[in-house]
């Protein structure tokens, strides 16, 4: 008796904290499909203001995902190998290593963003370019997935895996290649996530580090939020959930397949 | 093939040389300058305890650490003391296998070949041949993950053997395994790597296995080499009291030599060993196997605290004294009782007395 007086206390416990988390949500979904959200659903519903934000900020759409993965590329080719240079190295200096890599997550996003245009704003084209965002994004993002990398090859015997190899004649590349990156797979996958994820959510950084030509989608978000009708921000909202939702689902998908794989 | 190494044309691969030996970390020295010569084609078990440097000196002979000095190793007479691991084309066999969790157990003992760029179908008949050399086939696709812990034991040896290595190195191989298996194991390795005629290097804490797969076995205490010979000399020979120790079980009598005769200390009974020699305080060592009952005139007595039984023979624990207690080996079809009164003596050719006493 007792046993199902508390689970069913969980059960509506947690119905009602998911409620108060999505119902602002479907709010906003409501919202931007209704044609006037003041005068309530009689009004009726319409696709009008999505399409009137995929006119007007498709671009920032396009430019989020392609920032996105252009970090992701960048975390990839610096934070794996680095990740794995330093649980090699070990000891005081590698520590202070991650900690010096880890700073950005720390440091407001708008101080980050301020140093890096102090210290490139005179490289006009650089400056102006989307490369810049991207500089950002990877500095914020690369401690994620670095730890991510490193948390996983702390479970692996990592030594005797590398040992292994190279007494088979393997150079030092190969064992990287061939025995390391595949045994970190998980990590890698859940760091890629996580990259992915900050990054196209990203707003601090990028509004001050934007031009009016390197808008992100989340700072397209804020000058809508500023500018339009609410029906129009709303939208754009359906839009990123549109675009975010299966991205993720997919990326998880991709981490259950690796982790079954490396499992069997 | 390896470029670098000159081709081996022996099927028993290289020998190998040690000279002055050595390697400290942070200035702790872990080995102490040691002069080792292996013989092509010969099995050297390094046995000790742990911290011994056995697995030091292992991890030196495959490249896996740099040792004090220059020229300090040869192969076949060639130095490769700078060579790295990679290019020393040896075979290691590691405690925890180091079996690669993202490749099948045909891929793993393939892959050496695979840096070797040998063509993919002499590889996969090779890997076949080696995988059948170990009774492997049938799991031949499985993940690493889902063999037995003695399926990946053989896997790694299998592995090992496919490069041709010019030595193999076993860094306690059976060591993860349960007490059957190994036992078993132990058996089959032997006379695979006698098969094979490699020259192997085997490391192991474990003196029935160092008896069983040595052609001679090196005992080793505080990085040092405490004695090297073959398991029957290490047995019955034991250069000084660690290895008399560390290898079987030794009985130790201590007292006074008067004209020939053993006198025990403490005891109220009088020995009547006749060992010869001077009058001198000294220590003698037997093993149990060497005691057997005799008449009481003329022998040691001991009261029986305890009989195990072990099959085909029995182990009595016997004291003589309060300080001196014995274990004794006897047919298991001698009756003995725990508080009786036994007299035996020792072969006198199995007695050991060690010239130093503290």
Redesign the interface.
Known sequence: MRRQWTSTAGIVITALLSLFLVVPVLLSVYAGLAVNYARGPSAGFTLDWVGQVWGLYADTVWRSLVVALLTLVVTLLIGVPGAYALVRKGGRFARAVEEIVTLPVAVPGLALALALILSYGGAGAFRQSTLFVVVGHVLFTLPFMMRSVIAVLETI?WR??D?????????AW?RFI??IL??V?PGIVAGALTVVTLSIGEFNLTWMMHTPMTKTLPVGLADAYASMRLEIASAYTIVFLVMVIPLLIGVQLVADFTEKR??? | M?THAPMVTTRSGASIATRRLSKSFNGTTVLHPTDLEIPAGQILVLLGPSGCGKTTLLRLI?G?EQPDGPDMIRFDGEDVSGV????R????V?Q???????MTVAENVG??LK??KVERAQREAETRRLLALVGLEEYADR?I??VSGGQRQRTALA??LA?KPRVLLLDEPLAALDAVLRERLRVEIGLLLREFGITAVYVTHDQAEAMAIGDRIAVMEKGRIAQIDVPKEIYHRPANDFVADFVGTMNRIAGRVENGLLNIHGGETMARLNVGGPDRATTLCFRPEAARLASANGAISARVAATTFFGATQRLVAEVSSECRLQLDLPSNVSVTPGQILAFEIDPAAIIEFQTEA
Do not use: C
């Open positions: 015997d005797t895996l040992e292994g190899a190279a007494s088979l004649g393997a150079p190969r061939d025995v595949p045994n797979r490396t499992a069997s | 390896n495959a896996l790295p691991i990679e290019k084309n040896v075979g290691m590691f925890s296998y180091a079996l690669f969790p993202n892959y050496g840096v070797r993940r993950s889902a592995r090992a490069i």
